[in-house]
């Protein structure tokens, strides 16, 4: 059985984009994420520092790296680029070895 995957993708804002707006330009994100087989899980978070996480559990790591590929060719994902601060972006994929839930 394959193991699940965590994307985690971490990042800064644009300057000018309000935490609001970036909300609500990821929640348009929702129907494509959900309408992936083998998704699991996904948070956003943003820190006191100023850095944003974007964190999604895949059922293994083919679909995480498909989804990923599959993501950047969407209609809201230049958006969503713009949006992020250049160079900022770091998006990796870990192998999930133990997790719990309340």
């Excluded at 087989?37 to 978070?45: D, K, P």
Aim: net charge negative.
């Amino acid at each position: 059985m394959d193991k699940h995957v965590a994307e985690i993708v971490t990042f800064h804002l644009a300057e000018g984009i309000k935490a609001a707006d970036f909300v609500a330009l990821m929640q348009r994100t929702e129907g494509f994420v959900r309408a992936q087989s083998g998704f699991l899980h996904r948070q956003l978070t943003k820190g006191a520092d100023g850095s944003w996480t974007d964190y999604v559990v895949w059922k293994d790591m083919a679909t995480a790296q498909e989804v990923a590929k599959s993501f950047m060719t969407q209609d809201f994902s230049a958006e969503v680029m713009a949006a992020i601060a250049p160079d900022t972006a770091k998006m990796r994929h870990e192998d999930v070895l133990w997790s719990m839930a309340s």
